[in-house]
Nanobody, 116 residues
């Protein structure tokens, strides 16, 4: 089992930026792909970005492509998500998990609120 702890969320104005962090512990050797997911009230959970173990392959949802960047620091078992040009539609709780996800991997998430 893997444990994830997300941080870095907050309140930001439209057009602003945030950098989210996801620290992994436990059976991290089993992680092939790590993804950032988000859940907004009344909406389906969305996989917004994913990164392969070696870091050489990244994939983004169309809704964030060109604005969000996923990266990793393997030495620190941490995955980051840089959020730029934020809009109110990006408001959600952001989580990391494996891809495909495992229900027992969910961490507390970090709230991102984009509002003026």
């Amino acid at each position: 089992q893997v444990q994830f702890v997300e941080s870095g969320g907050g309140l930001v104005q439209p057009g602003g930026s945030l950098r989210l962090s996801c620290a992994a512990s436990g059976s991290i050797f089993s992680i092939g792909i790590t993804g950032w997911y988000r859940q907004a009230p009344g909406k389906q959970r969305e996989l917004v970005a994913q990164i392969w173990r070696g870091g050489g392959i990244t994939i983004y949802a169309d809704s964030v492509k060109g604005r969000f960047t996923i990266s990793r620091d393997s030495a620190k078992n941490t995955v980051f998500l840089q959020l730029n040009v934020l809009t109110p539609e990006d408001t959600a709780v952001y989580y990391c998990n494996t891809v495909p996800l495992r229900e027992d991997n969910w961490g507390p998430g970090t709230q991102v609120t984009v509002s003026s």
